[in-house]
């Protein structure tokens, strides 16, 4: 099925030219091996990439609008799966001030680390082994009402429409931790983006971590979390190496970008002739 599917990728005008093995493998765990909803949901993902390039395609993990998302904020993919062969990432604030928060640039660094991450194997002990499912933690801790306003409602959509329709691997629980008693405003203003289904998976843990340990492994978590991953500085230190050893891939168009028609086939259609 991986063969014929590769081969129909290759030749489908509406996808970019290349595909690394292990992003096909995940798409085609995602739909539990139905060939024909796998290409449904690839042909989505490269539509919505190319619909949004400033996202998804015109991008650098080494420039400045990078930089300055890493240097206030960790994306990070924690190491290892659960129990139930999740991958957990976290997210979370190292700088309160709000003016340094830049809501599309860090929304393209988060696909970077996430595109980074799809060609990694999950477990490289264990390389026939993919995560099947995706676990995020976002700390909410020094979030305020001046971050939730410096939102782009057009990313705010463009992101959560990507994670609800296109991402390669099934999303199955969001935890917000540290959550804020202002909780209900925040909530207010991202809710109308998000399906009932998505907003099912979501829980709020407002009193403590323990009740996160009931869901996420505690050892999977950095150890300024409770756990024994490693520190954040550590594992802020993989990421970027990892990011660095991807960027060629990243920055690629061969792997991402649509080409129109007309350059694609070399000459232009019409409808008439």
């Not at 991986?2 to 290759?10: G, M």
């Not at 393209?108 to 099947?132: K, N, Q, W």
């Not at 691997?169 to 909530?187: E, F, G, Q, S, W």
Request: with cysteine; proline share 6%; glycine share 2%.
């Amino acid at each position: 099925d991986l063969k014929a599917l590769l081969e129909w990728f290759q030749a489908n005008e509406k996808l970019p030219q290349e595909i690394e093995p292990l992003l096909l493998r995940r798409f085609y765990q995602c739909m539990f091996g139905d060939v024909e909803e796998t290409k449904k949901l690839i042909e989505v993902n490269y539509a919505l990439r190319n619909r949004h390039p400033h996202l998804f395609i015109q991008r650098d993990p080494l420039d400045d609008d990078s930089r300055r998302t890493f240097d206030y904020a960790d994306i990070l993919p924690l190491p290892g799966l659960t129990p139930e062969k999740y991958k957990v990432s976290l997210y979370c604030f190292r700088d309160f001030e709000p003016s340094k928060m830049h809501h599309t640039e860090d929304t393209r660094a988060f696909f970077m680390v996430s595109d980074c991450r799809f060609v990694t194997l999950d477990d490289p002990a264990h390389p026939e082994i993919l995560s099947e499912g995706e676990v995020q933690i976002f700390d909410m801790k020094g979030t305020t009402m001046r971050h939730i306003s410096r939102l782009t409602i057009s990313t705010l959509r463009a992101y959560i429409k990507f994670l609800q329709l296109a991402f390669p691997v099934r999303l199955r629980a969001i935890h917000m931790v540290n959550c804020p008693t202002y909780l209900d405003r925040i909530v207010s203003v991202v809710k109308p983006f998000i399906s009932d289904e998505v907003f099912k998976l979501i829980r709020f843990h407002t009193v403590s971590m323990d009740s996160l340990y009931e869901f996420v492994p505690r050892q999977m978590l950095p150890e300024e979390y409770g756990g024994s991953a490693g520190s954040l500085v550590n594992l802020r230190a993989e990421t970027h190496k990892a990011l660095v050893e991807h960027r060629a891939y990243l920055m690629n168009p061969n792997q991402w970008l649509v080409a129109k028609p007309e350059k694609r086939n070399g000459h232009s259609w019409r409808f008439f002739k």
